[in-house]
């Protein structure tokens, strides 16, 4: 349950006479991150504010609730602890361990680490996807983004929005919603096949291991499809850096055959993971020697804007079946409708300027929405539809349409007969659906 805050005549930076907000550390699409003061311990920590309205509006509130849920089920060294959920009418309040040596991916964007300096972190990464895995918590969107340094160097995995729990499993024993961040996710995600979330999860520790070590990311290309096809074929390279211990471990993990992968317990048992961590991991020095920086080889710096986080979500399903991880239930008659491309906003903007004139709706427009306007008086007036785009990854984008105006009914029909045909030549479909001849 969320407990309702309550301003008994507190201070406007006062939640429910607790917690006294301070700056801003961060925000994203649908929350912003303040420095917050317990007053009764004078602890600090982390208040993570969601807007309500928005998470509605894309009906992800049943993540958000997840999360809560899942936050509350991991208590480790390894994770961030959640304190306590409050809300208001407006606002969902997580009050959040104040973790302040920031994100991982800021250390390994100056360069790659030196091998223990990686194992320490590794190591750590593994024990908090071993214990919430223990739990039947499958966190779906590990990437170094997501896993944070307290003020001694210790590793924190955040941001459980788009995990899963045991119970989601469906009758065939596996996931099967797709989601995640491109880089990072395993090729059986994609696939649509369902798949094992604890073997997902390893996958995206191998290519986290793969980062720390090298410094860029094992599968990388401008068109994200290409990228996912990189992804499931298993094609990369190890630098010639790598030890042979280490070579032969991230080959393990970034199987693409999920029954051929490495365990846990078995990564676990191997001679290079067992090697004792740094007595001091914040002692460590991340600059000259010591990190090995290669700039002319590290792709991830500067390339924090074409991640997606956990609310970025992108369904790797055909066409335009992306409503699923949206829309809160199934409804029989359908007000909006979602699907990816991979052409320029351009492109989209102008398909629907073609489809308007031969369907005799009218146009306006902007950079990134298209409204279409019909002229005929339909059952609730005239029908009009909107068109928003999102740009979710440099080459991938996300279309929203929607009805704005006139009948339900009319509107699905429009869809059906005029919109999808007249799209379908610029909807995305994932390398599943159309795998690259042998």
């Known amino acids: 349950m969320l407990e309702r805050i309550r301003s008994g005549g507190c201070g406007s930076n006062v939640l429910h006479g607790r917690y006294e907000l301070g700056r801003m550390l961060g925000h994203g699409t649908f929350a912003k991150v303040y420095h917050a003061r317990n007053l ?27 999360e809560i849920s899942v936050m509350k089920m991991v208590e480790h060294p390894n994770i961030v602890e959640l304190h306590e959920v409050m809300a208001s009418k407006t606002k969902i309040y997580f009050a959040m361990e104040l973790v302040k040596g920031g994100e991982l991916f800021s250390k390994i964007s100056k360069g790659r680490l030196r091998e223990d300096l990686a194992r320490a972190y590794f190591q750590q990464l593994i024990s908090a996807v071993d214990f919430c895995h223990s739990r039947g918590v499958y966190h779906r969107d590990l990437k170094p983004e997501n896993l944070l340094l307290d003020d001694e160097g210790n590793l924190k ?151 997606l986080n956990a609310f970025h979500l992108i369904s790797f399903s055909q066409g335009f079946d992306l409503s699923g991880l949206f829309e809160e239930g199934k409804r029989e008659e359908k007000e909006e409708m979602r699907f990816a491309t991979t052409k320029p906003a351009s492109s989209v903007i102008s398909k629907l300027e073609d489809l308007a004139r031969s369907t005799k709706f009218s146009v306006k427009k902007s950079e990134s929405r298209v409204r279409l306007q019909g002229q005929e008086k339909g059952r609730k007036g005239k029908l009009a539809i909107e068109a928003e785009i999102f740009a979710v990854a440099p080459s991938f984008l996300v279309v929203e349409v929607k009805k704005d105006g006139g009948d339900t009914l009319e509107y699905n029909q429009f869809c059906s007969k005029e919109l999808r045909p007249a799209l379908k030549d610029i909807v995305w479909t994932s390398p599943a659906e159309n795998p690259t001849p042998a």
Not at 46 to 66: F, L, N, S, T
Not at 249 to 260: A, E, G, H, M, W
Not at 281 to 293: I, M, P
Request: aromatic fraction near 8%.
């Open 157 to 307: 995995v955040t941001d459980f929005g788009l995990s899963a729990f045991t119970e989601h499993l469906r009758h065939d024993g596996l996931l099967h919603t797709t989601c995640g961040t491109p880089a990072y996710v395993a090729p059986e995600v994609i696939g649509k096949k369902g798949y094992d979330g604890a073997k997902a999860d390893l996958w995206s520790c191998g290519v986290i291991l793969y980062v720390l070590l090298a410094g860029y990311l094992p599968f990388q290309d401008d068109n994200v499809v290409a990228m996912y096809k990189k992804i499931y074929k298993g094609d990369f390279k190890c630098p010639s850096w790598f030890s042979p211990e280490v070579r032969k471990i991230v080959t393990k993990l970034l199987d693409p055959n999920p029954s051929t992968r490495i365990t846990i317990s078995k990564l676990m048992e191997t001679p290079w993971f067992k090697k004792p961590m740094p007595r001091a991991v914040s002692g460590e020095k991340l600059s000259g020697k010591d990190q090995e920086v290669d700039e002319s080889e590290n792709s991830l710096k500067g390339k924090e804007t074409e991640t």
């Open 40 to 66: 009764k311990s004078g602890k600090s920590v982390a208040m993570k504010v969601v807007g309500k309205e928005k998470v509605i509006r894309v009906g992800m509130m049943e993540q958000v609730k997840r």
